[in-house]
Nanobody
Framework: VQLQASGGGLVQPGGSLRLSCVAS????????MGWFRQAPGKEREFVAS????????YYEGPVRGRFFISRDNAENTMWLQMNGLRDEDTAVYYC?????????????????WGQGTQVTVSS
């Protein structure tokens, strides 16, 4: 099983980034997918999730309206479009997969983790 995240980088406040996560080694379409992030000195936290079919999307409060999660089951790929980035969005972003309900995804319910990609928002 592999989840390969990419797309992180350094961006100024107000800028945008698009993260990608390519999955392999499991049946992607049967898992809800999501993004978590971990800032220095803080615990890993939920950012956004999307259900197996892509019709249900769920967001942490501070990113709602700025971030957009999507997936393509034919391409085994998930994305996180991040707009209006703020200093507090700086973190390592992790893609993940779960067989649990994506609406109330707890970290311990994660089946698979990808490696992180660093997002730094700074002027």
């Amino acid at each position: 099983v592999q989840l390969q995240a990419s797309g992180g980088g350094l961006v100024q406040p107000g800028g945008s980034l698009r993260l990608s996560c390519v999955a392999s080694g499991f049946t992607f379409s049967q898992y809800s997918m999501g993004w978590f992030r971990q800032a220095p000195g803080k615990e890993r936290e939920f950012v956004a999730s999307i259900n197996t079919g892509g019709g249900g999307r769920y967001y942490e409060g501070p990113v709602r309206g700025r971030f957009f999660i999507s997936r393509d089951n034919a391409e085994n790929t998930m994305w996180l479009q991040m707009n209006g980035l703020r200093d507090e969005d700086t973190a390592v972003y992790y893609c993940a997969a779960t067989s649990a309900d994506p609406r109330w995804w707890q970290i311990e319910e994660t089946d698979y983790w990808g490696q992180g990609t660093q997002v730094t928002v700074s002027s």
